[in-house]
């Protein structure tokens, strides 16, 4: 089995940290590092990590002026508790970029949000439903 590691640049990985786990749903931990984070699921799977920018010398995360954060990338989660998800995502932003609608290409409700650092994120269901 091979697994992708997304690696995003965010201004401060404990908070991102903390968001991404109360988005998900997932128990509460520490990163590992003020500058690096995994956010894991409960079976070990890496569904995310955090990178603070300009830690390191990494071409691509040394600052979010060189580039706006997120610029062509959509992080998309397939969640098997969309209902569940729905007011925890309203709980950490002030308004959702898209409320709940079915998808016309995958046949899933799903709504997106923005992240603290403007990160483009979708929710999705697992199954249609």
């Not at 969640?79 to 995502?89: C, S």
């Not at 992240?115 to 199954?127: E, K």
């Amino acid at each position: 089995m091979k697994r992708l590691w997304t690696i995003i640049g965010v201004a401060d990985v404990p908070r991102s940290f903390r968001w991404y786990q109360s988005l998900l749903g997932l128990p509460g931990a520490v990163p590992a590092h003020d500058y690096f984070g995994q956010i894991v699921d409960v079976d070990g799977t890496v569904l995310l990590c955090l990178h603070a920018w300009g830690a390191h010398e990494h071409p691509s995360l040394t600052s979010p002026h060189d580039a706006k954060p997120g610029n062509g990338l959509l992080l998309f989660f397939r969640v098997d508790d969309l209902d569940v998800a729905l007011p925890r995502a309203r709980a950490l932003v002030s308004r959702l970029e898209e409320e709940p609608h079915r998808n016309p290409n995958t046949g899933t409700m799903e709504f997106s949000l923005r992240d603290p650092d403007g990160y483009y994120v979708t929710i999705s269901a697992l199954n249609p439903a």
